[in-house]
């Protein structure tokens, strides 16, 4: 994850090709000691992971993608659960013929390029299990 220009609490990043984006986002947030983020992103893909959720049944059903996608539009947070970072985005892809896919991404290997804007948030984010959902949720 390269820093191409911080403005006050803003940083506008780059993720390289191969780079895994979820995993490098973590780990600038902890370098940088941004414990409540929100970004966005564009860019491309060349595997990745996504999930939807089925809040009745707890749990998730994954899909994974290894082609060519355009990252159409990437949101997400930044909080903590259990004393550890967690990146939390949902994102939607366009394959060659331009048909969409999204969902909760759980892993986006970086194709081309990757433009990240996050915007560090004052205080920190806490998630804790919530019995009804299933999910850890921000308190």
Do not use: P
């Amino acid at each position: 994850m390269k820093l191409i220009l911080q403005d006050k609490s803003k940083y506008v990043l780059r993720a390289d090709v191969g780079e895994e984006v979820i995993e490098s986002l973590a780990k600038f947030c902890r370098q940088e000691n941004i414990d409540a983020a929100k970004f966005f992103a564009i860019g491309a893909a060349k595997e990745l992971k996504l999930g939807w959720y089925d809040v009745d049944a707890k749990e998730y059903t994954w899909k994974e993608f290894s082609e060519k996608l355009e990252i159409v539009s990437l949101l997400g947070n930044v909080s903590w659960k259990e004393n550890e970072i967690i990146v939390h985005a949902h994102g939607s892809f366009s394959n060659q013929q331009m048909q969409l896919v999204g969902g909760h991404v759980a892993r986006l290997l970086v194709g081309g390029a990757c433009e990240i804007v996050l915007e560090k948030l004052e205080g920190r984010i806490e998630k804790v299990y919530d019995e009804e959902t299933g999910l850890y949720l921000m308190q």
